[in-house]
């Protein structure tokens, strides 16, 4: 006889049938969300890097395996009253972000999407001031950048030769669009200096000397030459298309790019005048309010103005005072210092580098292992002699996301002459440096699934912090090779350490005071006297670069200084927990905080702290 369900078992089925609703719909919904952020960021992840054409050469390997056709890219050439699209192009992406659920998401894309959506509230404060940045800045705008890059640009087959040579064809409407962008700011009184303009006028003469180009000497014809005789030699080439390639290639840069470098420097010296004396961003207007929007996007820092100011003030007293004592009592460090003596064993750059790895798997992890387990490969080489005025002492050429076992390491002769400096300098760009921070971050976040999207939110504040953190540890590494030797070697190095952490700390402070503050070259004179730098022509170059590179220094002290900051925490946090001496000289506290800097970055610092205090060394990453 069929029976019917009672009261009592009806309502059981009921409920059972709301909980499995709810928890299909709630599936659902996590599922739905997953999926159209992973849309998002793949789609905001390709605009990034289809975006420049010689960015995404360096980005990506093989952009087919994207479904990028690199051969159609073109350059980004500015366009009339285009300025302010940016701020309204990030407003778009942050409505479409905030219509997705970041509670609803799986971690590792709740992770991404907390980064992208502080980078992009970072990037819209800096972008709703359009006339303020700065792209042809002498020590790091786009003329000087761009011979470095064409030296480097990786050549593997003939699509990279055609594409490469098709960028050169590009250039004179790329620096159309700057000159146009130099008026547009000249007409909103946001022009750069004479002094400025004087510098890059020099400079655009300089870079591309007719003289070389016409013997064929020219570093860019060289490392041309260089790279398409690889590729003889590997049998991808034949010897007359090389020799066709580089003829190609010097009348392209003979009567199309320099005479673009001539025309940017014609049309900067039309503009002279219209931006008055060099001076920080306080005197003008919105100034101050641009400087702590590019400050914050620059350091990743989220500190009050204040606040910044008190930590890099405290900090600069105490290594000005912990300097002052040690030359009191050690009076002949003086002469040390001028004669900057070589105290360390005779290594080549790559011997120093082998040194340096010594500290991976202790101090600092491993880096995890690649789903090929392929090696990982590093190249120093040195700048060419006629860039060194123009170029930073070094810098890592960071590799395509796809293929991060070849590295590359460039060096500035006149910068690292050094022992010391030649060691300290290949801490911070190779290991456990640059190149050691971004292998690790990008193999762990590739044994972690996670989305390109995060290579190209760049977080300089961290990347940038890192690698002053790592570099001043190196002095210990350094004077435990020289004092085996050279016992002096201790009290010396320990001086030169406070030396470049007083200067920067310094330099940083400046750049608040004259950006933020307002002070005058005449007033950063008086303060730096008062401590002991009195060279007028140093001071004179000091503020110059300051002032034409605001949140520069910052972005490397300030950094580092928040990252001594997150280490104190950190102390605290895990003592409590596991009962741990979290003293910064034990292995096992600095193995387990590098570790939680490196899985959990790039990000901006304000991100860190939050996810340090969910941190339980052993359990989570």
Known sequence: MKRSLSFKQLSLFLTLLALISIFTLHLYDKTHQDARFRAFAQNFFLEEVQANPIHLHYTIDDPAAYGIDESSLLLPVYQAGSAAEEIYAISRARE??????????????????????????????????????????????????????????????????????????????????????EQEKAAAGLFMSDTTADRMIAQCGALLDTDALEEGSHFLETTFADRLKRLVDQGILTSAAASSYETQHQRLLTTVVVPAYDRLADALTLLKGQGGKLSGL???????????????????????????????????????????????????????????PSLLPEMTPEEVLSDLRKEIGTSYPAIPKGRDNAPIHSTIKYIDESLAAYSAPAFYM????????????????????????????????????????????????????????????????????????????????????????????????????????????????????????????????????????????????????????????????????????????AAVLWSDTEKLHATYDNTDFLYRFHSFLLQNGPADYRTLAKRLANFVPGKNR
């Open 96 to 181: 479409t972000l905030a219509r997705i659920n970041p509670n609803a998401l799986q971690e590792n894309n709740r992770r991404l999407y907390e980064l992208l959506d502080s980078y992009l509230t970072a990037a819209a404060g800096v972008a709703a001031y359009p006339y303020f940045s700065e792209p042809l800045s002498p020590s790091s705008g786009v003329p000087s950048e761009l011979p470095i890059l064409f030296a480097e640009y990786r050549l593997d087959d003939v699509s990279d030769i055609e594409n490469y040579l098709g960028i050169l064809e590009q250039i004179p409407a790329y620096f159309d669009g700057l000159i146009l962008y």
């Open 282 to 340: 306080a005197g003008k207007e919105n100034g101050r309010d641009y400087y702590l929007a590019l400050l914050r996007l620059r350091t990743g820092s989220y500190r009050d103005i204040s606040e910044i100011k008190r930590l890099l003030a405290e900090d600069l007293r105490f290594n000005y005072e912990s300097l002052v004592a040690i030359l009191r009592q050690n009076p002949a460090l003086q002469t040390m210092i001028a004669q900057n």
């Open 398 to 569: 960071t590799p395509p996301i796809d293929n991060i076992c070849e590295n590359l390491i460039c060096l500035n002769p006149k910068d690292t002459e050094g022992d010391l400096s030649l060691y300290t300098t290949l801490a911070h760009e190779g290991y456990p440096g640059h190149l050691y921070q971004t292998v690790y971050s990008k193999r762990f976040q590739e044994q972690e699934g996670g989305l390109p999207l995060g290579s190209v939110l760049y977080y300089g504040g961290y990347v940038e912090g890192w690698a002053m953190y790592v570099e001043l540890a190196s002095y210990d590494q350094a004077t435990a090779l020289a004092v085996r030797k050279h016992p002096e070697a201790a009290l010396y190095y320990q001086l030169c350490r406070l030396d470049r952490q007083f200067r920067l700390g310094l330099y940083s402070l400046l750049d608040v005071a004259i950006h933020y503050d307002g002070l005058s070259l005449e007033e950063v004179g008086a303060l730096c006297r008062g401590l002991g730098l009195s060279d007028g022509d140093a001071l004179t170059s000091l503020y110059t670069y300051i002032a034409e590179e605001p949140c520069n220094y910052p972005k490397y002290y300030l950094g580092y200084l928040e990252i001594l900051e997150l280490k104190r925490q």
